[in-house]
Nanobody
Framework: QVQLVESGGGLVQAGGSLRLSCAAS????????MGWFRQVPGKEREFVAA????????YYVDSAKGRFTISRDNAKSTVYLQMNNLKPEDTAVYYC?????????????????WGQGTQVIVSS
């Protein structure tokens, strides 16, 4: 079992930055590839970014490339999402997720463990 707790969401003006954190507990964090997703009410949850177990490989949705950075600190059992140049369309509840299997994945169904989410609101 893996427990995930997100933090760092909030209200920010367009062009601003936020750093989301996701603290993991319950098993060896370094064994889990991790991902960030987001969801707007009435829409499906959307993949944002993923990182492999060591942190050497990352992948982003096109809208996040060049603005968001996913990273992890295995010693702290934490994964981060640095979000810069935020836009109103980035407004959503952001979730972190952990896989049981190797490798990066973009599908929601590829992740077994989920946090409760943290709200990000970007004002124009």
């Amino acid at each position: 079992q893996v427990q995930l707790v997100e933090s760092g969401g909030g209200l920010v003006q367009a062009g601003g930055s936020l750093r989301l954190s996701c603290a993991a507990s319950g098993r060896t964090f370094s064994s889990n590839p991790m991902g960030w997703f987001r969801q707007v009410p009435g829409k499906e949850r959307e993949f944002v970014a993923a990182i492999n177990r060591s942190g050497s490989n990352t992948y982003y949705v096109d809208s996040a490339k060049g603005r968001f950075t996913i990273s992890r600190d295995n010693a702290k059992s934490t994964v981060y999402l640095q979000m810069n140049n935020l836009k109103p369309e980035d407004t959503a509840v952001y979730y972190c997720a952990a896989r049981d299997l190797l490798g990066i994945a973009t599908a929601e169904t590829a992740y077994r463990y989920w946090g409760q989410g943290t709200q990000v609101i970007v004002s124009s």
